[in-house]
């Protein structure tokens, strides 16, 4: 049997219509191009949805993992307030109490004739038992009570 065109059909056929057996190029070319295009948009997404990870990696450690937790809750949850929340951190600056507090304990360990960084060492855990040392100790002066006048001498 020989394939014949039929009589009605025009005798021109447009370049995506196959013959019966070959190989359908639109379709190859569009199911590379629909790949092409997902992993794209994917990699966009991706790549927005991590934008405010990447803002706040140059920022301290604590606000990094910060942001970095609540973009791992918006990907696996959908909830949307979490990037934002995510990316509002992101963008603004935390001042560092930490150096601040830690200017302050170094002029009291400085005060008190403690070496730097050493007034913490001297701090038993918790359950363990109080032991007195003779080495290090720093006396603390006695309390200091207000001088009263006698009544007599006060203008009340």
Known sequence: MTATINPAAPHHLPIF???PGGTDVLMVVVAIFLVLVVLAVGLLFLR???????MAHKSKKIQFEFVAVLGLLALFTHVHLFWVAGLL???????DFGGTLNRMAGSLEKIAGIPPGKGADDVPDEGAPVVAQSENVVEVPPT???????????HA
Do not use: G
Request: proline share 14%; charged share 20%.
């Open 17 to 19: 219509i196959t013959a």
């Open 144 to 154: 200091v009570t207000p001088y009263r006048l006698p009544k007599e001498q006060s």
């Open 48 to 54: 927005l949805h991590t934008l405010p990870e990447r």
């Open 89 to 95: 951190l992101a963008l603004i600056d935390i001042p």
